[in-house]
């Protein structure tokens, strides 16, 4: 079994819908980031975070240690938004990322 | 402010043959890492540099080696390349007390 699973693997949705990623990872982590890799391949970070929840414009990235699971929310979702998500637990023992396969967003107008 | 740059973008090896992927980063960060994505899966770190002068083996190594001589470059060398080398390497860099990591652009190589 992966120690980091997302889901869904594909989502197509359409523009202005308010979009779920989910992020669940079997290891100890002290923190968690959440990557955007653009259709031409560049990646991005947009979060980093340990606890509770953090929000960038449209993008809210909330973390519950305890149960072992993170979420990415889009609200008005737009075109642009279309990427691949991908979250990156960071591992306790040697703080060294866990990266998983990625969530491949789709936002049609 | 060009951040990380890759080269070559794109190179087709023959199974055998030796190449250097380079990457540069001009931020001045201390940490630099190399990774591997193959299609469909996570990025897979393959070494990693804490400074000058300084690599550790990260995940998948085996087929790969890495020299940090100064703060920019950290280039990833392929020996006897093979046809499960054939992915998209990036590099990235990080500073101290940061986690935010800045990619490259990524090399694709395939190697045939």
């Known amino acids: 079994k992966n120690e980091v699973e997302q889901s869904p693997q594909n989502l197509t949705a359409q523009e202005g819908e308010f979009i779920t990623i989910n992020c669940s990872y079997s290891?100890?982590?002290?923190?968690l980031h959440w990557l955007q890799q653009h259709p031409g391949g560049g990646i991005v970070s947009l979060f980093m975070l340990s606890s509770g929840k953090k929000k960038h414009g449209r993008l809210i990235a909330t973390i519950n240690i305890q149960e072992k699971h993170s979420s990415l929310h889009i609200t008005a979702s737009h075109p642009r938004d279309s990427a691949v998500y991908i979250c990156a637990p960071r591992r306790d023992s040697n703080y060294q990322l866990i990266w998983g396969a990625g969530t491949k967003l789709i936002i049609k107008p | 402010n060009a951040g990380v740059t890759q080269t070559p973008k794109f190179r087709i090896l023959k199974i055998g043959q030796s190449m250097t992927l380079q990457c540069t980063q001009d931020m001045n960060h201390n940490y630099m890492y190399w990774y591997r994505q193959d299609p469909g899966m996570g990025l897979k770190l393959i070494y990693y540099s804490v400074g000058a002068g300084i690599t550790d083996k990260g995940e998948v190594p085996n087929g790969y080696n890495v020299s940090r001589s100064t703060t920019e470059d950290f280039p990833l060398r392929l020996e006897l390349a093979a046809p499960s080398q054939t992915s998209v390497y990036f590099c990235a860099s990080s500073s101290v007390g940061s986690e935010t990591q800045y990619f490259g652009p990524g090399t694709r190589l395939l190697v045939l």
């Open positions: 290891v100890g982590i002290s923190a």
